[in-house]
């Protein structure tokens, strides 16, 4: 296998090699910008050298020059997409006018024909882009904002958009995976969503960035989308999966501007068919969402200035099947605690019946079947067919729960703002600043029994671009882009105090259904486990393109910078324990079964990541029916560090770690780490080739093959900054629940927490830990990883047939295939 990728990574580096030594290259657009790119000919069909080319931003004015070379090809670079006028003069012919749509992302062709003598045309071009790609093989896709707008989009989620792509398939996981879509069969947390050049992206996880509502709102302000997959040109990097750029309107020569408005209540609304057969009422929704812009001109053919807002605000209703102890069940298991020796829990047991017994839509309960309870234990669990308290419940007795659909909300809201001013500074500079601030309130979980249990997340954001685009010639232009973001995303209680002193923690029942059976099988106490988490993050970003256009061939450089600085507050979870039933026989004996504690040596930890890419590119125009692309990208990925240098590992390798229990703590675990890994794969090398040959003017064949690779998302260092002793762990169970009693199992937990801290810093070993932890108490389990670390990589290839039939219409056949290796793997052992 590895001989197998050794072989394939020398042969595209030996055709990129091969390519790079013949002439000088030309260039190609950016992940903002798009490209014209044409051959200029006589009425006989014979190209025209020397023919001065023209072209015109119809929108603002700006204009550059060029000349066709000695096979009559020209080409405009680095260009701002939208609408342009080309205009073509050459002595003996006449004038020649042709408008052209820029898309982004792609190369747009337009070839013309010189009439002779004094006669002019002009060409009217639709404003789509076109459905036929001549110059590059990659697989790209192309939303103007007139499509942008008429795609029917639930919430105006501006990565929807994506979804509609060839080859994209929304994540339908059903084991826990991130990520809204899958291209072509790549991880969903492989894509790269960008917007004017800058990251949109939780690096944490390796997602699309998005605000309270759960949505990357902001789609009034997108002018095109451009989604890409198997990009062979070089700018292209970092993510393997679909590369999604935006680029967001500007304002123009005429003034321009939309408001919108949308709604969606309780009365366009039917009931959920499970709350009406349980008798509860429709729930409350009310979904207000609005949008408005306003573009135009400072200066005619100068300066110009576009803002907008939108925002969104709504209480989405909840259909939850809740179940709650029967009055019976309660005495019973009461009575059976008194009976069993527990009746010093009593005064908790009832604390919990109470906050149960209070529950919003109790007053619709029914008593437990063999609907609700498939199993037939009458939401008895291993209760059922045995008496508690002297009385039979379950199969062939009393059910040991009422039911009922709990329709609760609460509302969430979002809203931003932005605005752009673009400057022509000039023949030869493009000016373009973008300022943006977004920020809501998000309802992350909405408690069935007490409001006080609810978590919110209050998510702030701001970011903003300045790009600089620079014409040094007609035949050497450079796109400069510097950016910075900062966001927070920080998940907790509001009321936490006092959800603690009416709950101290958490209880999930997994054999009964007591509680909240749709979500999480919360029985009381709300998520207190999840809560507080979070993060805090702060990035800065450069990109840079260099185009240079000579003869047939195109030359491209380019690098791309990125760091973020993240506040990382997930230490917070499992600081409030979470306890678990697996027996309702145990719990109605005043026994829990596992409870699972945190202790972490702060909340928060500041943790660090950044990347670095270079490439070089050609594209050769070897005919005008044949266009080869050449490039070669190299990636490196930074370390993940913990600027408190809280990295905890082993001293090696799990498989290499001598296992002698009279080995001290200290020695068999490294502390005070700064880096996340011992070793790091130094760079991604990539290298790609792409063609489009086009079989006759309506048919293309192209296609490609190529090598692309991940970042690693910063939560990977959590598994290490999350070692003992950064972050203590323990599991018990089997012990009393009330936890002001002795030998509870909160208070055996801080002991065995004690314990090992204690061992630990004092040269202990696993018998010094055990012969003062209380009985139960295991080791922290612990996190490792290979002595190297490599960036996950995929081969990637494609062969695709366009047919073009009209201005309107093409049909595509695509063969798209992909193999990865060096992918995370997690083991538990």
Not at 799 to 828: A, C, D, K, P
Request: net charge neutral; glycine share 10%; with cysteine.
């Amino acid at each position: 296998m590895i001989r197998k990728k050794v072989l394939f990574a020398l042969v595209v580096l030996a055709l990129a090699t091969a390519m790079s030594l013949m002439t000088l290259p030309a260039s190609a657009q950016s992940v903002t910008t798009g490209d014209i790119a044409g051959t200029v000919q006589d009425p006989s069909g014979a190209v025209v050298p020397n023919a001065t080319v023209t072209l015109k931003n119809d929108s603002t004015g700006a204009t550059s020059a060029t000349k066709t070379n000695g096979s009559g090809a020209y080409r405009f670079t680095l260009l701002q997409p939208g609408r342009y006028t080309l205009s073509i003069s050459q002595q003996g012919f006449g004038a020649t006018n042709q408008t052209v749509q820029v898309a982004v992302g792609q190369v747009t062709a337009a070839n013309l024909q010189l009439q002779v003598g004094g006669a002019s045309q002009t060409v009217e071009v639709t404003a789509a882009a076109p459905l036929l790609q001549t110059e590059t093989g990659n697989i790209a896709t192309t939303f103007n904002t007139q499509q942008i707008e008429n795609v029917p989009n639930p919430g105006n989620d501006m990565t929807f958009v994506a979804q509609t792509a060839p080859g994209v398939t929304i994540n339908s996981s059903s084991g826990g995976g991130y990520g809204n879509f899958t291209a072509f069969g790549l991880p969903a947390t492989s894509n790269l969503f960008t917007v004017n050049g800058n990251d949109e992206m939780d690096p944490y996880l390796n997602l699309n960035n998005s605000g309270a509502t759960n949505l990357l709102l902001g789609s009034n302000e997108v002018q095109e989308v451009a989604v890409v997959s198997n990009g062979y040109t070089g700018q292209y990097g970092r993510q393997a999966g679909a590369q999604v750029d935006y680029v967001t309107k500007s304002g123009t020569n005429d003034l321009h501007g939309n408001l919108k408005y949308w709604w969606n209540g309780r009365y366009l609304n039917a009931n959920d068919w499970f709350a009406n057969h349980s008798g509860a009422a429709r729930p409350f929704e009310n979904n207000n969402q609005y949008a408005a812009s306003l573009g135009g001109p400072i200066k005619k053919d100068k300066a110009f200035f576009f803002v907008g807002t939108e925002g969104l605000r709504y209480i989405l209703g909840t259909s939850n099947q809740v179940f709650v102890p029967t009055p019976t069940f309660q005495s019973a298991t009461l009575a059976n605690l008194a009976a069993s020796g527990a009746a010093n829990q009593i005064p908790f047991y009832q604390q919990i019946f109470n906050i149960e017994n209070g529950a919003p839509g109790l007053s619709h309960a029914v008593p437990v079947s063999d609907v609700t309870d498939p199993s037939g234990n009458l939401g008895c669990g291993d209760v059922s067919g045995t008496t508690v308290g002297g009385i039979p419940f379950g199969a062939g007795g009393l059910p040991c729960a009422v039911t009922f659909r709990s329709t609760v909300g609460a509302p969430s809201s979002e809203w931003l703002m932005y605005s752009r001013v673009d400057v022509n500074a000039g023949n030869n500079d493009r000016l373009g600043l973008r300022f943006k601030t977004d920020h809501g309130i998000q309802a992350t979980y909405t408690d069935p029994f007490n409001p006080i249990f609810n978590a919110t997340s209050n998510q702030p954001q701001y970011e903003g671009q300045l790009t600089e685009t620079h014409i040094f010639s007609p035949n050497v232009v450079n796109n400069f882009i510097a950016s910075g973001s900062w966001y927070s995303a920080m998940f907790v209680e509001p009321h936490a105090a006092q959800a603690r002193a009416l709950m101290p923690f958490a209880i999930q029942d997994l054999d009964s259904p007591f509680g909240n059976n749709t979500l999480d099988l919360v029985m009381v106490g709300g998520e207190a486990w999840v809560f507080p988490q979070g993060r805090r993050v702060t990035q800065y970003q450069f990109v840079d393109d260099l185009s240079v256009t000579k003869g047939n061939h195109a030359l491209k450089f380019g690098t791309n910078f990125r760091r973020n600085d993240i506040s990382d507050a997930i230490f917070g979870t499992y600081t409030h324990p979470r306890l678990r039933i697996f027996s309702t026989t145990d719990f109605v004996s005043g026994v829990i079964d596992q409870i699972r504690e945190r202790f972490p040596q702060k909340i928060e930890q500041p943790v660090a990541i950044w990347s670095a890419g270079l490439y070089g590119q050609d594209e050769w125009r070897v005919t005008p029916k044949l266009k080869l692309t050449l490039s070669l990208r190299v990636d490196r990925n930074s370390n993940a560090v913990c600027q408190d240098n809280c990295v905890s590992r082993l001293a090696s390798t799990f498989q290499t770690l001598p296992h002698d229990p009279t080995i001290p703590y200290n020695q068999m675990i490294r502390t005070g780490l700064h880096r996340t890994f011992p070793g790091l794969q130094a760079v991604a090398w990539q290298p790609r080739f792409g063609f489009a040959y086009s079989i006759g003017p309506n048919t293309v064949l192209r296609g490609g093959i190529g090598i692309f690779s991940d970042l690693y998302s910063a939560d990977l260092i959590d598994n290490f900054a999350g070692n003992s002793p950064t972050r203590n762990q323990f599991t018990l169970g089997g012990l009393p629940v009330a936890p002001n009693v002795p030998g509870s199992a909160t208070s055996t937990v801080a002991s065995c927490n004690n314990a090992f801290n204690t061992a630990f810093f004092t040269g202990g070993t696993v018998s010094t830990f055990k012969a003062t932890a209380p009985t139960g108490c295991k080791t922290p389990d612990y996190n490792s990883v290979a002595n190297k670390v490599f960036n996950p990589t995929y081969q990637e290839w494609n062969f695709e047939l366009q047919q073009g039939f009209g201005r309107n219409t093409s049909v595509s056949l695509n063969y798209v295939g992909n193999h990865g290796y060096h992918e995370f793997v997690y083991n538990q052992l």
